[in-house]
């Protein structure tokens, strides 16, 4: 068994897909764990065709390709904080956190649910999350997301009269506040509001995986989840806010 190599950086680890245009996906999580002074390592769930205003198709991998992947990792990286994002259906993402858990049993993982492409292509219309829930250390649906996963009208709500062994952080970009994209965690710890000023005319391809792998490298770095959801909001506004296209970069 080779010995794990050391590094004075966190390692964040994001399994999701890979984006040609760099926008989303792991691409653009690799660019953020590199702004936020971690060492971010990836692994493909599939092979997108698409740019930031047009998706074509995705290619798929195996669970046999994506073992692989992950278990070349874990021979050498130590590895804590686990970032999902686009993953092909409820059976391979139960596949991935029963090989995760399995292997390292105390990571924390971070799943940022995507339904939807922002050109528009749909992936999936639901996944069986109350299954799998507990495994979870954060998920980080928007509200449009949130209502289809926890199959409701109003997911403020549904948050607030539910205890779940996650925490959630709903992401208030698709809310209908005109004046405010208000994010919301939900915790044991009670509730935390993360406001900022809403964009007018701006959408960045890939915002959601940004603030995801941010807020993992956040929790790399050794900040409470409060703290990491925080300054994840922050960087991601100087990211919506870098230019009048919708391919973003921190400023």
């Given at each position: ?134 495994n979870f250390f954060l998920l980080t649906p928007n509200w449009l997301e949130a209502k289809t996963l926890f199959n409701t009208d109003n997911p403020v709500l549904f948050f607030k009269e539910h205890q779940l062994n996650c925490n959630i952080l709903l992401k208030g970009g698709h809310s209908d506040n005109e004046r405010f994209a208000t994010d919301i965690l939900f915790s044991k ?63």
């Open positions: 068994m080779p010995k794990k190599i050391i590094y004075n950086r966190p390692i964040i680890l994001s399994i999701g897909g890979f984006d040609p245009s760099g926008g989303a996906g792991i691409s653009a999580d690799i660019k953020t764990f590199e702004q936020h002074n971690v060492i971010g390592l990836s692994v493909a769930t599939c092979i997108t065709i698409q740019n930031e205003n047009e998706f074509k198709k995705v290619y798929w991998l195996s669970f046999k390709q994506i073992k692989e992947q992950i278990q070349v990792l874990l021979k050498s990286y130590s590895i804590k904080i686990i970032k999902i994002g686009l993953i092909k259906d409820f059976k391979m993402l139960n596949n991935i956190i029963s090989l995760l858990k399995k292997n390292i049993p105390e990571c924390k993982i971070i799943f940022d649910p995507i339904l939807k492409a922002t050109a528009g292509f749909s992936f999936h219309k639901k996944i069986a999350l109350e299954k799998i829930i507990d710890k009670g509730e935390n509001i993360f406001k900022s000023k809403r964009l007018k005319n701006i959408e960045k391809h890939g915002s959601g995986c940004v603030l995801s792998s941010s807020i993992a490298s956040n929790l790399g770095l050794g900040m409470n989840l409060e703290k990491s959801c925080e300054n994840a909001k922050k960087y991601v506004f100087n990211f919506l806010s870098s230019n009048n296209n919708r391919l973003g970069y921190q400023t």
